[in-house]
Structures are given as C-alpha cells and as structure tokens.
Nanobody, 115 residues
Framework: QVQLVESGGGLVQAGGSLRLSCAAS????????MGWYRQAPGKQRELVAV???????NYADSVKGRFTISRDNDKNTVYLQMNGLKPEDTADYYC?????????WGKGAPVNVSS
C-alpha cells in the first residue's frame, strides 16, 4: 500500500511563503506523475502543480511565477514552494501520486492565507 505523508501547511499572512512536502512510501524514480491539488471550501479539487514521469512540469495559471514544484528522488519526496501567497490560495492541499495505473492521495495539508 502506497502512503503519502504531507507536511508544511499552516497559517501565513498574504505575501508570505510556505513549503509543502510530500513523502512517499515507495520510490518515486519511475512514476507516471506526482504533484499537488487543492480544494477550497465549496469548490472542486483543482490541479496546482505536477511533475510527470518524463520530467515535464505543469502549473495552474493562477500559481505560475509564484509556486515551484520540485522532487528529491533519494528522499522519495516532492516539494511545493509557495511564495507570494494570496488569500485565494487558502485551501486544503493534497499530494497525488500516479503509479502503475493507480492514483494515490495524501490526507491533505491545510493552508490558510490571511489578508
């Protein structure tokens, strides 16, 4: 059973920064994709950033230039550096891993940005 453990969420003022981490219980060296989604109250879950197995990185338009996704294969961990946070970034952030045709999700890390 693949487990994803998120950390790094919290409360921050607008303009501040946070870094989310997602540690996987399996090697992330050869995966289909790994990344972050978010879900705000009353809204659908949306893609924030993803690293695909062949190295392509995609970001939601709303976070381009502010968020950076990266990976450490030795630690089986993916990071999301979030700078210039805005109140509209407030949401639960979920780590996602696609591996061998199966989707895995973390339990979520809350991010609350105050104005």
């Amino acid at each position: 059973q693949v487990q994803l453990v998120e950390s790094g969420g919290g409360l921050v003022q607008a303009g501040g920064s946070l870094r989310l981490s997602c540690a996987a219980s399996v090697s992330i060296f050869s995966i289909n994709a790994m990344g972050w989604y978010r879900q705000a109250p009353g809204k659908q879950r949306e893609l924030v950033a993803v690293i695909r197995g062949y190295g392509t990185i995609n970001y939601a338009d709303s976070v381009k230039g502010r968020f950076t996704i990266s990976r450490d294969n030795d630690k089986n961990t993916v990071y999301l550096q979030m700078n210039g946070l805005k109140p509209e970034d407030t949401a639960d952030y979920y780590c996602h891993l696609a591996r061998r045709g199966v989707d895995y999700w973390g339990k979520g890390a809350p991010v609350n940005v105050s104005s």
